[in-house]
């Protein structure tokens, strides 16, 4: 665990603007509250930070839709939240609120500061205001005609049709969404945090010191640094948020990627008022957990904000998970294209653990990942049902059967090789799930401690005490039985012993080592071995003396539930009829379906065809092109070298969420300069609707690997 004497683990502050969905879950309060159970269990000194995000745009354009105020909508959801995770068992030591006055006071005093300090540039601007409203407006207050697809809803930042990201100029027709004016442009003040005074800084602290970061955050922020940092605002302009501190600031609040990670401290303070001791001792280990949209301002921003007020510590690693898709697509909330925790804790009453199996099991660690109804039917009835469940329930059900509900002896004198190897694989599991944690490879070490269950099964099924138990039955009835007779009665007890005591010890082992994923169901086994929580402790796991010898047990209980077929078609089908269409999309379906396919292009031969060296890359470093809107400058790995392609992507893709990606290239196109820069390949393409999608293999490959 390192030379820390104390933890502080936080995850991303979700906006208070809807509730939350498995992929927030999965992306990083799952891997969170794991870490932390874990921790806990070594009885280290741990905080579990978190709480709802209340400012920022998205807030103010719920409040707008719903015709409420901002906090009307931030209350509502702040409640909603926090049971969905209280109810997951996402165990916060404390779920705070940013518009506490707390929080206030903390980011306030925060930002004075700095400003005090001389660290900001104060700098003038143009920037889109409403002469209705008489407001300056965000992007996401503008909404005109995308460019690139003709939908009349898009935003000033993004269309939501066809994914490509705009800037309120590029709009077609834009309009005010508070009073349909045409926005004008205004001069405004805000002051800046210059990023770029931090950049040698950032590289020594992140890019030499952090080499062991995930290969994901670890890349993207290289691309960051590589590409060069530049001044931010560290305000803006509406009525609601952190007022600035400041005498000539009115109308003017500080940014929401200011305040809210500062939420991480001013949550601390409210939890402990030894919060100092958590946030400014350098024995302390900060962790941020998040989501990898969260990656550039937990990793580069956050820390230089730290770093330029001084007196704190910064984190020790991010872990940050990629994105979770649903049943193919990308999760949307506009669209409702999610599974809300809220309804499927009504939906799977007690089933908690089943969702977090899952989630773990298909956990976006190092890329995005799918979550299939079906996908979690098979997990639970195959993996929770018929293994972890399958050993539990038998070796309950035999205890009681064949040993009177009592924890049997075991008895040396008969004890075989597969006994002591069986006995041996609790400290082996112990050490494999610790060195999986403390990587924090979640889905291994869940695996790891899946396989002991599996182990224990075979081990029972290898033994058969029900065989045993049989054959004991024949001789006292006076049945021969081939190579027994009543002298061996003793023995063939002491066999069944040693057996369901053995599967007992793992039983209690597992209540410890499934704790950290599936506390619910830790807590069901320890109700049934009547043991207490103490017993939940790491340093218990390995042992096979856990439960005592002659202690009764309680009656054999399920610890999960068959999922039925019905009940996932129901959820499919509850899934595709929440789905929301665009009125955009909707109205553009027939002409869609109307559109004739591109032309085909002349005929030619497999020769022809044969002399394209078409090769599977990925990209490793991923930029954009100076004075170049549309291009972009791609390092691509193909297996025998790196590669730079010039590829015209830069309006579909940002730069940092493409690192990691596996394209195909066409890897003996001539040369071609571009923009100043040698092309050395074509990456292929293709097109839906607009939208831009790499043509990739299904499987994750080697690069260098050939594409025929």
Same mark, same amino acid.
């Given at each position: 665990?390192?030379?820390?004497?104390?933890?502080?683990?936080?995850?991303?502050?979700?906006?208070?603007?809807?509730?939350?969905?498995?992929?927030?879950?999965?992306?990083?309060?799952?891997?969170?509250?794991?870490?932390?159970?874990?921790?806990?269990?070594?009885?280290?000194?741990?905080?579990?930070?978190?709480?709802?995000?209340?400012?920022?745009?998205?807030?103010?354009?719920?409040?707008?839709?719903?015709?409420?105020?901002?906090?009307?909508?931030?209350?509502?959801?702040?409640?909603?939240?926090?049971?969905?995770?209280?109810?997951?068992?996402?165990?916060?030591?404390?779920?705070?609120?940013?518009?506490?006055?707390?929080?206030?006071?903390?980011?306030?005093?925060?930002?004075?500061?700095?400003?005090?300090?001389?660290?900001?540039?104060?700098?003038?601007?143009?920037?889109?205001?409403?002469?209705?409203?008489?407001?300056?407006?965000?992007?996401?207050?503008?909404?005109?005609?995308?460019?690139?697809?003709?939908?009349?809803?898009?935003?000033?930042?993004?269309?939501?049709?066809?994914?490509?990201?705009? /800037?309120?100029?590029?709009?077609?027709?834009?309009?005010?969404?508070?009073?349909?004016?045409?926005?004008?442009?205004?001069?405004?003040?805000?002051?800046?945090?210059?990023?770029?005074?931090?950049?040698?800084?950032?590289?020594?602290?992140?890019?030499?010191?952090?080499?062991?970061?995930?290969?994901?955050?670890?890349?993207?922020?290289?691309?960051?640094?590589?590409?060069?940092?530049?001044?931010?605002?560290?305000?803006?302009?509406?009525?609601?948020?952190?007022?600035?501190?400041?005498?000539?600031?009115?109308?003017?609040?500080?940014?929401?990627?200011?305040?809210?990670?500062?939420?991480?401290?001013?949550?601390?303070?409210?939890?402990?008022?030894?919060?100092?001791?958590?946030?400014?001792?350098?024995?302390?280990?900060?962790?941020?957990?998040?989501?990898?949209?969260?990656?550039?301002?937990?990793?580069?921003?956050?820390?230089?904000?730290?770093?330029?007020?001084?007196?704190?510590?910064?984190?020790?690693?991010?872990?940050?998970?990629?994105?979770?898709?649903?049943?193919?697509?990308?999760?949307?909330?506009?669209?409702?294209?999610?599974?809300?925790?809220?309804?499927?804790?009504?939906?799977?009453?007690?089933?908690?653990?089943?969702?977090?199996?899952?989630?773990?099991?298909?956990?976006?660690?190092?890329?995005?990942?799918?979550?299939?109804?079906?996908?979690?039917?098979?997990?639970?009835?195959?993996?929770?049902?018929?293994?972890?469940?399958?050993?539990?329930?038998?070796?309950?059900?035999?205890?009681?059967?064949?040993?009177?509900?009592?924890?049997?002896?075991?008895?040396?004198?008969?004890?075989?090789?597969?006994?002591?190897?069986?006995?041996?694989?609790?400290?082996?599991?112990?050490?494999?799930?610790?060195? /999986?944690?403390?990587?924090?490879?979640?889905?291994?070490?869940?695996?790891?401690?899946?396989?002991?269950?599996?182990?224990?099964?075979?081990?029972?099924?290898?033994?058969?005490?029900?065989?045993?138990?049989?054959?004991?039955?024949?001789?006292?009835?006076?049945?021969?039985?081939?190579?027994?007779?009543?002298?061996?009665?003793?023995?063939?007890?002491?066999?069944?012993?040693?057996?369901?005591?053995?599967?007992?010890?793992?039983?209690?082992?597992?209540?410890?080592?499934?704790?950290?994923?599936?506390?619910?169901?830790?807590?069901?086994?320890?109700?049934?071995?009547?043991?207490?929580?103490?017993?939940?402790?790491?340093?218990?796991?390995?042992?096979?003396?856990?439960?005592?010898?002659?202690?009764?047990?309680?009656?054999?209980?399920?610890?999960?539930?068959?999922?039925?077929?019905?009940?996932?078609?129901?959820?499919?089908?509850?899934?595709?009829?929440?789905?929301?269409?665009?009125?955009?999309?909707?109205?553009?379906?027939?002409?869609?379906?109307?559109?004739?396919?591109?032309?085909?292009?002349?005929?030619?031969?497999?020769?022809?065809?044969?002399?394209?060296?078409?090769?599977?890359?990925?990209?490793?470093?991923?930029?954009?092109?100076?004075?170049?809107?549309?291009?972009?400058?791609?390092?691509?790995?193909?297996?025998?070298?790196?590669?730079?392609?010039?590829?015209?992507?830069?309006?579909?893709?940002?730069?940092?969420?493409?690192?990691?990606?596996?394209?195909?290239?066409?890897?003996?196109?001539?040369?071609?300069?571009?923009?100043?820069?040698?092309?050395?390949?074509?990456?292929?393409?293709?097109?839906?609707?607009?939208?831009?999608?790499?043509?990739?293999?299904?499987?994750?490959?080697?690069?260098?690997?050939?594409?025929?």
């Amino acid at each position: 665990m390192g030379n820390f004497n104390r933890y502080l683990i936080t995850a991303a502050l979700p906006y208070a603007n809807g509730p939350v969905h498995i992929g927030h879950l999965a992306g990083c309060y799952l891997p969170a509250d794991i870490y932390v159970r874990y921790l806990r269990a070594k009885k280290a000194d741990v905080k579990f930070i978190c709480g709802s995000d209340e400012h920022g745009v998205p807030i103010t354009i719920k409040a707008m839709k719903e015709n409420v105020t901002p906090q009307d909508v931030v209350d509502r959801y702040h409640k909603i939240i926090g049971d969905s995770f209280a109810a997951m068992g996402i165990s916060f030591d404390i779920f705070a609120r940013t518009s506490a006055p707390i929080h206030h006071t903390t980011a306030s005093d925060f930002f004075l500061k700095m400003y005090n300090d001389g660290l900001f540039e104060e700098k003038e601007s143009e920037q889109y205001f409403d002469p209705e409203k008489q407001v300056f407006l965000a992007d996401r207050y503008i909404v005109g005609t995308c460019p690139k697809c003709g939908n009349d809803k898009a935003y000033g930042d993004q269309c939501e049709r066809c994914g490509t990201s705009l /800037s309120p100029d590029e709009l077609i027709n834009p309009h005010s969404a508070l009073s349909n004016a045409v926005p004008v442009k205004k001069a405004t003040k805000h002051w800046y945090m210059p990023l770029q005074n931090y950049e040698p800084w950032l590289k020594e602290w992140l890019l030499e010191g952090h080499k062991d970061w995930k290969n994901n955050v670890y890349g993207q922020c290289k691309s960051w640094l590589d590409s060069g940092l530049q001044s931010r605002a560290m305000t803006r302009d509406s009525n609601w948020g952190i007022k600035v501190p400041l005498p000539d600031a009115e109308g003017k609040v500080l940014y929401v990627w200011f305040d809210a990670p500062i939420g991480y401290i001013s949550a601390t303070k409210e939890l402990t008022p030894d919060w100092a001791d958590y946030w400014c001792k350098d024995d302390t280990k900060l962790v941020h957990f998040i989501g990898k949209d969260n990656i550039v301002f937990h990793c580069i921003i956050f820390p230089a904000m730290l770093k330029a007020h001084g007196g704190f510590v910064l984190p020790e690693n991010v872990p940050a998970n990629e994105f979770l898709n649903i049943e193919g697509e990308k999760v949307s909330t506009s669209r409702n294209w999610a599974v809300w925790i809220h309804d499927y804790i009504k939906d799977f009453p007690d089933q908690q653990d089943v969702l977090r199996y899952v989630l773990c099991s298909t956990a976006p660690e190092t890329k995005d990942n799918d979550f299939t109804w079906k996908d979690f039917q098979t997990r639970n009835n195959s993996e929770l049902v018929n293994n972890l469940g399958n050993f539990v329930n038998r070796t309950m059900v035999l205890t009681h059967k064949l040993c009177g509900g009592k924890v049997p002896r075991f008895h040396e004198e008969v004890a075989d090789d597969t006994d002591r190897e069986m006995l041996a694989a609790f400290q082996t599991a112990k050490d494999s799930v610790e060195a /999986s944690l403390e990587a924090y490879r979640f889905r291994e070490a869940q695996a790891g401690m899946m396989d002991l269950s599996d182990q224990g099964n075979k081990y029972m099924q290898k033994k058969e005490p029900w065989i045993l138990a049989k054959v004991m039955e024949k001789i006292k009835a006076g049945t021969p039985v081939d190579g027994y007779t009543e002298v061996d009665l003793p023995a063939l007890q002491m066999k069944i012993d040693n057996c369901l005591h053995v599967c007992l010890q793992l039983m209690a082992n597992l209540a410890i080592l499934t704790h950290p994923f599936l506390p619910f169901t830790s807590r069901k086994i320890c109700h049934l071995l009547k043991v207490v929580d103490r017993m939940l402790e790491w340093e218990n796991a390995g042992s096979t003396k856990l439960v005592n010898v002659g202690y009764s047990l309680r009656e054999p209980e399920l610890l999960f539930k068959k999922i039925e077929d019905d009940m996932i078609a129901a959820q499919v089908e509850k899934l595709h009829a929440g789905l929301v269409k665009p009125a955009a999309e909707a109205a553009a379906a027939p002409a869609a379906a109307e559109k004739p396919a591109a032309p085909a292009k002349a005929e030619i031969q497999y020769d022809d065809f044969a002399k394209l060296d078409l090769r599977v890359g990925t990209i490793i470093q991923a930029e954009k092109v100076e004075k170049a809107d549309k291009l972009l400058k791609l390092l691509v790995d193909i297996g025998t070298e790196q590669r730079t392609v010039v590829s015209g992507i830069a309006m579909h893709f940002n730069p940092a969420d493409i690192i990691g990606k596996q394209v195909t290239l066409v890897a003996n196109l001539a040369p071609r300069k571009m923009r100043g820069i040698e092309s050395q390949g074509m990456i292929l393409m293709a097109e839906d609707n607009g939208k831009l999608i790499f043509v990739n293999p299904a499987e994750t490959v080697a690069p260098g690997s050939g594409v025929s």
